[in-house]
């Protein structure tokens, strides 16, 4: 059984009445063609069911439309959700992504580049995990997500992050009107970037007002089981505090946890909007951040380092605001 032929990009320069130089342009966007020309080539594309061939085009560009994604927890809601909203934009634009689960470690990071340096892959999505290890990026451009990374990447790249410290001192403002001093922070004890900047913006808002904490409980951020422990023994110190200011999702869900299960009704302040939340199934003060709006930037932006293109901000800082139910 003879397979059905495929359109050519002849065809389409010969219906649309442009050159295939045109067309070509036009599918890469690149060069210079008018809004009409690019209308009537892609409707021609359509009616054919054109697609390029994206293993010849990669072949010619010595890379692939692929972009890798590596975060350091799939099973983490945020990272869930910034990974559908980063490949969707990716593939509507033509692109392919391959996802990875680093675990937090490096040398398993580094094992992914190294497939993706392997397969041409033309970008990368990185959220550095949180050990500073350090990896080589093999020369991919790469949009770093959320986290600072802790070496000087060896490719083009860009970041894409929180105002962490500047949302953190807001929030804690917010505690300090409502008349609550004693607060126990549950902060990180791993060296990411923006768990560290969120503990600095909340003690400097807190060392303005000339207060101290009431206990800081250091624990692995991603773990909500550490922070049901931390906050069992806080509870079992009989230490008086008037509420809780957590630094991350997993951490908010462990002192919940507790604080409920003792029947204390201290308010928590959480930095993320977990899903529960927003449902109103949990109930704690929660710090939306743009999860959706930075990972679609991230997209945009790896397609932009795989074009070529270097106009580029370095930076693009992203504001959260207060969640309300819905």
């Not at 063609?33 to 054109?50: C, D, G, I, P, W």
């Not at 980063?86 to 392919?96: E, I």
């Amino acid at each position: 059984m003879s397979r059905e032929k495929k359109p050519s990009i002849q065809e389409v320069s010969r219906l649309s009445g442009v050159s295939v130089a045109t067309v070509s342009r036009v599918i890469h966007q690149n060069g210079r063609f008018s809004a009409e020309t690019e209308r009537r080539v892609r409707e021609v594309m359509e009616q054919l069911h054109y697609r390029p061939d994206s293993i010849a085009q990669g072949m010619r560009m010595r890379t692939m439309p692929i972009a890798g994604i590596i975060v350091p927890d799939i099973l983490d809601e945020r990272y869930g959700q910034m990974v559908r909203t980063a490949q969707q934009t990716l593939f509507t634009n033509g692109y392919s992504a391959v996802v990875f689960n680093s675990n937090e470690s490096g040398a398993q990071t580094q094992r992914f580049i190294d497939s993706l340096e392997s397969q041409h892959a033309g970008g990368l999505i990185y959220v550095p995990d949180s050990r500073e290890t350090r990896v080589s990026l093999r020369g991919i451009p790469t949009v770093f997500f959320e986290r600072e990374p802790a070496f000087e990447p060896d490719a083009a790249h860009i970041q894409i992050c929180m105002n962490d410290f500047d949302s953190a001192r807001t929030a804690m403002q917010r505690l300090l009107d409502d008349g609550l001093k004693r607060i126990v922070l549950l902060g990180s004890s791993m060296p990411i970037s923006t768990m560290q900047h969120r503990m600095e913006g909340a003690l400097e808002t807190m060392k303005q007002a000339g207060l101290e904490p009431a206990a800081i409980l250091r624990v692995d951020p991603q773990r909500t089981s550490e922070a049901v422990t931390a906050m069992e023994q806080l509870m079992q110190s009989g230490m008086d505090f008037d509420a809780v200011f957590s630094i991350s999702q997993r951490l908010t869900v462990g002192a919940l946890k507790v604080l409920n299960d003792s029947q204390s009704r201290k308010p928590v302040l959480g930095m993320g909007q977990l899903r529960l939340h927003r449902y109103g199934l949990l109930d704690y003060l929660a710090v939306r951040e743009p999860i959706d709006d930075m990972a679609c930037a991230a997209a945009e932006a790896v397609i932009q380092l795989m074009k070529g293109e270097s106009n580029l901000p370095s930076r693009q800082v992203y504001r959260t605001e207060w969640a309300d139910v819905k």
